[in-house]
């Protein structure tokens, strides 16, 4: 369905009482005032957080993710908190046709999105499936500059504690704004360590998150010259990427 389709919808990923635990935590930290300049604050703080590190770097999303990727995982820094209130017009918030390509995130990068409530027909995601595999089309100032038509499917049973992933040259939208309901959600970017970063993802900086037995090996040996014999008869040191390395989940 990805490859197809260009994104795929998780069913009930996360475990509902870590959502709820979420939830509340994010729902604690609210002020008044700019809705997306809370939300950023919020976002700062919740990464510090167990709640946080369950959600990005727990072995079902790092299998997920290396099913997807291949053994070297990655997670590109500063996730995103979106908290949709009923009838917000902060742009930021209420995005139109797009794909992140144009935002500077490499073809080789993974969406997740997490979704910490439920959205209805009106405040969820709508996605264009199969744009993703007409590469990359134009856009200007935000919106899609090319005569063409998509079928445009709004995502309107998400749960909370569903996942959905999406390939970077996707067109998708924000469904709009509810009138009653409010929408929680946080994306975070995973990549292989071993694919080209774009200079946004490289400004950024990134995570590792696993190590594949090949690069297991080269670090072993040291360095990317395969210098050799730099271990032959001494002591094999590991360093603080390889004490990382994280099994992928069942």
């Given at each position: 369905?990805?490859?197809?389709?260009?994104?795929?919808?998780?069913?009930?990923?996360?475990?509902?009482?870590?959502?709820?635990?979420c939830?509340?935590?994010?729902?604690?930290?609210?002020?008044?005032?700019?809705?997306?300049?809370?939300?950023?604050?919020?976002?700062?703080?919740?990464?510090?957080?167990d709640?946080?590190?369950?959600?990005?770097?727990?072995?079902?999303?790092?299998?997920?993710?290396?099913?997807m990727l291949?053994?070297?995982?990655?997670?590109?820094?500063?996730?995103?908190?979106?908290?949709?209130?009923?009838?917000?017009?902060?742009?930021?918030?209420?995005?139109?046709?797009?794909?992140?390509a144009?935002?500077?995130?490499?073809?080789?990068?993974?969406?997740?999105?997490?979704?910490?409530?439920?959205?209805?027909?009106?405040?969820g995601m709508?996605?264009?499936?199969?744009?993703?595999?007409?590469?990359?089309?134009?856009?200007?100032?935000?919106?899609?500059?090319?005569?063409v038509?998509?079928?445009?499917?709004?995502?309107?049973?998400?749960?909370?504690?569903?996942?959905?992933?999406?390939?970077?040259?996707?067109?998708?939208?924000?469904?709009?704004?509810?009138?009653?309901n409010t929408r929680?959600?946080m994306?975070?970017?995973?990549?292989?360590?071993?694919?080209?970063?774009?200079?946004?993802?490289?400004?950024?900086?990134?995570?590792?998150?696993?190590?594949?037995?090949?690069?297991?090996?080269?670090?072993i040996?040291?360095?990317?010259?395969?210098t050799?014999?730099?271990?032959?008869?001494?002591?094999?040191?590991?360093?603080?990427?390889?004490?990382?390395?994280?099994?992928?989940?069942?």
């Open positions: 369905m990805f490859v197809e389709d260009g994104y795929a919808v998780h069913r009930g990923f996360h475990d509902k009482q870590l959502i709820a635990e939830r509340k935590y994010i729902l604690s930290k609210r002020k008044k005032g700019d809705v997306h300049e809370n939300a950023v604050e919020i976002m700062e703080a919740f990464q510090k957080t709640l946080y590190e369950a959600v990005v770097t727990n072995k079902k999303m790092l299998g997920l993710m290396q099913k291949g053994p070297d995982v990655c997670l590109l820094g500063y996730d995103a908190l979106w908290i949709n209130v009923p009838k917000d017009r902060n742009p930021v918030l209420l995005k139109g046709i797009h794909s992140d144009w935002t500077g995130t490499s073809v080789n990068t993974i969406f997740a999105k997490v979704f910490f409530t439920d959205v209805d027909e009106f405040n709508s996605v264009c499936p199969g744009s993703h595999l007409q590469g990359m089309i134009p856009v200007r100032n935000r919106a899609v500059d090319a005569d038509e998509f079928e445009s499917v709004n995502l309107s049973k998400i749960k909370a504690g569903d996942v959905l992933i999406w390939h970077a040259l996707l067109l998708h939208s924000t469904t709009g704004h509810s009138d009653k929680i959600s994306t975070s970017r995973y990549k292989s360590t071993e694919s080209p970063f774009s200079s946004q993802e490289r400004a950024l900086g990134y995570r590792t998150l696993s190590v594949g037995p090949l690069n297991k090996i080269n670090r040996i040291g360095n990317d010259y395969l050799p014999l730099r271990t032959y008869g001494g002591h094999v040191g590991i360093d603080k990427r390889m004490k990382i390395y994280v099994a992928p989940a069942e």
